[in-house]
């Protein structure tokens, strides 16, 4: 399994442009939390770090939220790791397709982010490398300069719920995995039907980050695959 | 060190952990059959969960809100084989004009 697309510069680039969008949208986020961070009295310097070098939305919310209110720090890290443990499966899927040694590989899974994972992803369980790299730049800085201004200004700029900017993300999720539909088959019908159904009843109960990990479970379809 | 530090720096860390595992245990070797068609079922096993907590997710129960309606519009939308990015236009669109209106 060798990825044959975006070999070359190309491919960064071209991801570099696909995750442009996202990345507006990561900024006024980021300025919001730059300036919850303010409010929370965490200082300049601590957040705009926590942001360079975690990168992680909901992670970075949930430690927020948590420590915020009152919380313990055990809490806020827990709370934050099962959100990001999205991350692990994530990196099995692109794994056949990063390039180089363990380290190299290991270092190329850093750029994962849910919404260049996606961007990357080519159907029937492909993925771009260049492509999910390049789209993670544009974000990272989005989210880095973003959480320094919200901290800098305290100034809140837009409203991502107001303009419905939040639902850009299950909206692009729905249009990839209708893809995934069209070009696999039955078994892949399938594991979208349980996965859903485990997402949908894990969400009440168990704590956020656990329904999608737990989703994932509904890949082990595969193990029915005939060896050839 | 203060409890936000100790929480930024657990949290890389985990991060950075959680980031290189795949890449490092499943990548960079012929992996049997089942295994490969175990990987290339996590995707739509995962965008499905994405979709789902996403849209129907809210502070631990499930919510039928404007987002459902916007997503709604945009799988109608993309089975009528519109363009990934008008599809995603008319999610933003229909759920800030539901969320304007509700």
């Known amino acids: 399994m060798r990825n044959e697309v975006g070999r070359g510069s190309e491919g960064y680039l071209a991801g570099m442009r696909a995750g442009l969008p996202f990345a507006l949208v990561v900024g006024v986020v980021a300025i919001s939390f730059g300036v919850l961070a303010h409010t929370l009295g965490w200082g300049v310097f601590a957040p705009i770090v926590f942001s360079a070098i975690t990168f992680s939305v909901a992670a970075q919310f949930a430690v927020a939220a948590i420590l915020g209110s009152g919380g313990g720090v055990f809490a806020a890290i827990a709370a934050a790791v099962l959100l990001n443990a999205r991350f692990l499966p994530m990196g099995i899927a692109v794994a056949p397709f990063l390039e180089g040694g363990p380290l190299r590989r290991a270092l190329e899974g850093q750029t994962i982010l849910t919404t260049s994972w996606a961007l990357a992803s080519r159907g029937g369980g492909r993925f771009d490398r260049a492509f999910m790299i390049g789209a993670t730049v544009p974000q990272y800085v989005a989210w880095t300069v973003g959480t320094a201004v919200g901290v800098l200004s305290h100034v809140v700029v837009g409203d991502v719920e107001r303009l419905g900017l939040d639902v850009i993300f299950p909206a692009f999720f729905i249009a990839l995995l209708m893809r995934e539909l069209r070009s696999g088959g039955k078994r892949t019908i399938a594991a979208t039907v349980i996965a859903a159904a485990l997402s949908a009843v894990l969400v009440p109960i168990a704590p956020p980050g656990v329904p999608v990990l737990a989703a994932c479970g509904a890949a082990l379809l595969g193990l029915k695959e005939r060896s050839s | ?102």
């Open chain 2, 1 to 102: 060190m203060s409890a936000l530090w100790v929480a930024i720096v657990a949290v890389t860390v985990a991060n950075v952990a959680i980031k290189a595992a795949g890449p490092i245990l499943a990548g960079g070797r012929e992996l049997p059959p089942r295994v490969n068609a175990v990987i290339a079922l996590l995707t739509p096993a995962l965008l499905t969960a994405l979709v789902v907590t996403e849209t129907f997710g809210e502070d631990g129960h499930l919510a039928l809100d404007e987002r459902a309606l916007g997503v709604g519009v945009a799988a109608v939308a993309l089975a009528l084989r519109a363009p990934v990015l008008l599809a995603v236009v008319l999610a933003a669109l229909v759920t800030a004009l539901a969320r304007l209106l509700g």
